[in-house]
């Protein structure tokens, strides 16, 4: 099993339009979770931290299970900017804060 | 705001050449990570350093790889003998502690090994 998954897409989805991604994880210890925007070429920038009782960024919002091992991230009013790939991000316990990236969940939105 | 620099942003060496990627963390932060992509691949965690020495390094991070932070700013990786399969984006990142701190990354460095 991948240690983060992710469904890597593409969603192609009209301006305004709701979208929701959702990511794995294998290490049940995990204790920090992310999510990560990354425009082509370009690097890691973060989008938002998730916490347990999730959490909401603007149009941007956040949801973690732990019993499930399962990372959601929804996106409202989707905007032409949004389009970029979105990668879930998980540390890996017990060590110096190692992240451990999905392959990302491409997002293009279109007029 | 603060922001991880790197340099160069592109280099192209010949197989079995040394390079020498820099960054310079964020000011106040104490951790630092350098972490790689090949090209349509995910994000791959190489190594962090704390406290000027190896704190933890991924199966990646073979003989020829190596940190430093030779002054109070610079954070660099070393290639020794560069192989095709090095090609990649090399980013560097920091962060303020460890546990739940965020990291930055840096711009990126694109590696290409001919």
């Known amino acids: 099993r991948k240690e983060v998954e992710q469904d890597p897409g593409p969603f192609n989805v009209p301006e305004g339009a709701t979208v929701a991604f959702n990511c794995t994880y294998s290490?049940?210890?995990?204790?920090?979770f992310f999510w990560y925007r990354q425009d082509c070429r370009k690097e890691p920038k973060l989008l938002m931290s998730v916490y347990s009782s999730g959490n909401e960024d603007g149009r941007f919002t956040a949801q973690l299970n732990r019993a499930s091992q399962y990372i959601s991230l929804l996106i409202r009013d989707s905007k032409l900017s949004d389009s970029a790939t979105y990668l879930c991000v998980v540390n890996s316990p017990g060590g110096y804060n190692k992240l451990i990236f999905g392959a990302g969940t491409r997002l293009a939105v279109h007029p | 705001e603060p922001e991880v620099t790197q340099t160069p942003s592109h280099q192209v060496t010949q197989m079995g050449q040394e390079v020498i990627l820099r960054c310079v963390p964020i000011?106040?932060?104490?951790?630092f990570y350098w972490y790689r992509q090949i090209l349509g691949q995910k994000v791959e965690f190489l190594v962090s350093f704390y406290n000027n020495e190896i704190s933890e390094k991924s199966e990646i991070f073979d003989d020829q790889f190596s940190v430093e932070r030779p002054d109070g700013s610079n954070f660099t990786l070393k290639i020794r003998s560069t192989k095709l399969e090095d090609s990649a984006m090399y980013f560097c990142a920091s962060s303020v502690g460890r546990g739940q701190e965020t990291q930055y990354f840096g711009p990126g460095t694109r590696l290409l090994v001919l």
């Open positions: 000011s106040n932060h104490l951790y």
């Open positions: 290490n049940s210890a995990s204790q920090s």
